[in-house]
């Protein structure tokens, strides 16, 4: 257990709809990052967010945001959902800023189904 | 900017033998470098990181991996491998040096373990 939890652990919805994952960092942990992982893209960073301020953006679609709230949790919103949305979206989290000498927890993933 | 190729998407060994998976990168800084370990239906786990403080790094459950400028790889290797070992394994680079938090990830590499 690596003390990220993220919930829902699945969800199945329809194209066009809107979900929210959330994520909640390990204890101490200040930053953030989320990743999608899907057969055809492997494992994708999407977004980092560090002490409630945004750090890093990598590919995130612009129907995909984040924030990160005062007491760190964070929730990924994902809307006008597309079959190729359909992955697992893990979140991780780490103690500081950056990627060097910070380990990144990840927790068990959502996997997220669009029909 | 930083990439990591994994040679071979798929690799079988038997139990009790060398594990080798490869990792190539690319990098114009120093870079910081990773191994996950992925089991079904989990999150990532770390395995082990190489932050220029020594090029033989050990990791947890046997593995280690070697840092080699001259060839831009870090190899992981485990002397004997368990069944328990079967599992995805993933490479990756912080990106930019550690500035931020964002993991590029390889391809990934399935380890099967025959008895």
């Known amino acids: 257990d690596s003390g990220v939890t993220q919930t829902p652990k699945h969800l199945i919805t329809a194209t066009g709809q809107r979900v929210t994952l959330r994520c909640s960092p390990r204890s101490g942990d200040l930053s953030v990052y989320w990743y999608q992982q899907s057969l055809d893209q492997g494992l994708q960073f999407l977004i980092q967010?560090?002490?409630?301020?945004?750090?890093a953006k990598g590919n995130i679609l612009e129907r995909f945001s984040a924030q990160q709230f005062p007491d760190l949790h964070s929730e990924l919103n994902l809307s006008s959902l597309e079959l190729g949305d359909s992955a697992l979206y893990f979140c991780?989290?780490?103690?500081?800023?950056?990627?060097?000498?910070?380990?990144?927890?990840f927790g068990p993933g959502t996997r997220l189904t669009v029909t | 900017a930083q990439s990591v190729t994994q040679l071979g998407s798929h690799v079988s060994v038997s139990e009790g033998a060398l594990v080798l998976l490869r990792c190539n990168y690319s990098s114009s800084v120093p870079p910081y470098l990773f191994w996950y370990v992925q089991y079904p239906n989990q999150g990532l786990q770390l395995l082990l990181k190489?932050?220029?403080?020594?090029?033989l790094v050990k990791g947890i459950n046997g593995f280690e991996a070697e840092f080699k400028k001259s060839e831009t790889s870090f190899h992981l290797t485990k002397p004997s491998a368990h069944m328990s070992d079967a599992a995805e394994y993933f490479c990756?680079?912080?990106?930019?040096?550690?500035?931020?938090?964002?993991?590029?990830f390889g391809q990934g590499t399935t380890l099967q373990v025959k008895p």
């Open positions: 990756a680079v912080s990106e930019s040096g550690g500035n931020t938090g964002k993991l590029i």
């Open positions: 967010y560090y002490n409630g301020e945004e750090r």
């Open positions: 991780a989290s780490s103690v500081g800023p950056g990627g060097g000498s910070y380990e990144q927890y």
């Open positions: 190489y932050t220029s403080a020594a090029t």
